[in-house]
Nanobody
Framework: QVQLVESGGGVVQPGGSLRLSCLAS????????MRWYRQAPGKEREYIAF????????HYVDSIKGRFTISRDNAKNTVYLQMNNLKPEDTAVYYC????????YGQGTQVTVSS
């Protein structure tokens, strides 16, 4: 049974930073890519970042490029999202996801960017 547990969210001022974590279990984490998604209030969940199984290729949507960094530690079954220079429009619930079971999401972690 796949489980994804996101953590690390919080309230931060514009320009601040947060580091999100996603602990995965129930499958062979190191052989699958990972993605981060987010869902802002009143909007659809959207894809924002991708990392390959070995961490040798990453992709970002334009709205976060240059500010966010996705990484992973296969020994810890964990994927990270380092978020710098946060903006109010980054306010959302953040989720990780694996193509092993693409319909499964964790509970998410709330990020609020506000002065």
């Amino acid at each position: 049974q796949v489980q994804l547990v996101e953590s690390g969210g919080g309230v931060v001022q514009p320009g601040g930073s947060l580091r999100l974590s996603c602990l995965a279990s129930g499958y062979d984490f190191q052989t699958y890519s990972m993605r981060w998604y987010r869902q802002a209030p009143g909007k659809e969940r959207e894809y924002i970042a991708f990392i390959t199984d070995k961490g040798d290729y990453t992709h970002y949507v334009d709205s976060i490029k240059g500010r966010f960094t996705i990484s992973r530690d296969n020994a810890k079954n964990t994927v990270y999202l380092q978020m710098n220079n946060l903006k109010p429009e980054d306010t959302a619930v953040y989720y990780c996801n694996t193509p092993y079971e693409a319909t499964t999401y964790g509970q998410g972690t709330q990020v609020t960017v506000s002065s």
